[in-house]
């Protein structure tokens, strides 16, 4: 069984395949020639992150692919439901970034809350001139503790963020389609757990009224889950960030809830028009900005690696 792992996979990820026998390319192929080299090199598994697609034309071209493998929780740039017709096998990882996903949430949080991202473009400007005066404006910070926290979204990473809140003391609430209840286990150095029962809720009205600090963690949408409407029943002051995708919030009336005062930060990690994000977001002091980390850390990539290779392994016994 040979596998391309296009937009790469940790050494974890290698070590496992190559331990069974499997043989992984170490190629990096353009999208255009993905479907020749998988074709001329009898590829049986493509494995992709964000960059490569896999969509129709390439199922359609490459007879002889067995799976399809996604590294990461979103499966949008690849037509799934056509591949599982097609026959093909399509994995993905969906807990394996969950943590990092979460952890990048709150430190965008506390960036916000405490001005670190806008401190940290300052201080090399004007750190030696207008220290006082600096020292001045960003004092009126906040801590997360106490405060109510606002999870859209209820899967892995929505899970993570909650048990995150739960434990800086932050109350929490969590919106999704239908109300669901969920038993989250904080794990803690000692072996010691507890235990917390968390029901959603479906009033988006009810749960935006008095939340400090809104997380945005569901998949990709059609439409905005956070717009004009959305915006006008915040309370005000409120910090928001969006690790989710790009098209999840109205970037555009993000800004104008910015300028009005009722939004006073906002994080994103994922954009519109990724990955050429709108210059005017970019520019933009009240925002803190990344560009799509949220599952890039070393911890998260070994986890994935690893369960991709058990998942091929698995799958190629059955073959």
Known sequence: MRVLANDGISKAGELALKEAGIELLDNRVAQDHVINFINENNVDVLLVRSATKVRQDLIDACPNLKIVGRGGIGMDNIDVEYAIEKGLYVINTPTAS???VAELVFAHFFSLARFLHESNRLMPLEGETHFNAMKKSFSKAYELSGKTLGVIGFG?????????GISLGMKVKVLTRKPRTEVLTLSFFDGQTLNFEITSTNDTNEFLKDTDFISINTPKTDEYIIDTPQFEKMKDGVYIVNTARGGVINEVTLLDFIESGKVAGAALDVFENEPSPELILLMNPNLSLTPHLGGNTVDAQ?????????QIIQIKKKL
């Open 98 to 100: 969950s943590k990092s």
């Open 156 to 164: 892995s990473i929505g899970q993570e963020v909650v048990k995150m």
């Open 302 to 310: 070994e986890k994935i690696g690893v369960e991709l290779a058990n």
